[in-house]
């Protein structure tokens, strides 16, 4: 199953994760950082290379914000089954 196909339950049942809100607003780039144990200039390093999770910044404003469940599917892509398995494939189990 692909992370597009799972539920945010799913996803969250799948890491153990229990949403940091519960109303299911965006989280912040400090919030972030700190669920993937990462730094916030890890996340901006990301972002500028196009390899982190979706984010958005709204028009005319200065920060960036993210979705729990863009997090968990964003985990979810580095799934392996073997240290010699690529990013996106996955070895028949």
Do not use: N
């Not at 539920?7 to 919030?31: A, G, I």
């Not at 916030?40 to 200065?62: A, N, S």
């Amino acid at each position: 199953m692909s992370p597009a196909d799972m539920s945010f339950e799913q996803l969250c049942e799948l890491f153990s994760y229990t949403p940091k809100r519960p109303k299911k607003r965006p989280l912040d780039t400090k919030e972030v950082s700190e669920l993937l144990g990462l730094s916030t200039d890890t996340l901006e390093g990301y972002r500028q290379r196009g390899v982190g999770p979706r984010y958005f910044r709204p028009r005319g404003t200065c920060r960036e914000w993210y979705a729990e469940r863009d997090i968990m599917a964003w985990m979810l892509s580095g799934l392996r089954h073997s240290t010699s398995d690529q990013p996106g494939e996955m070895a028949a189990a």
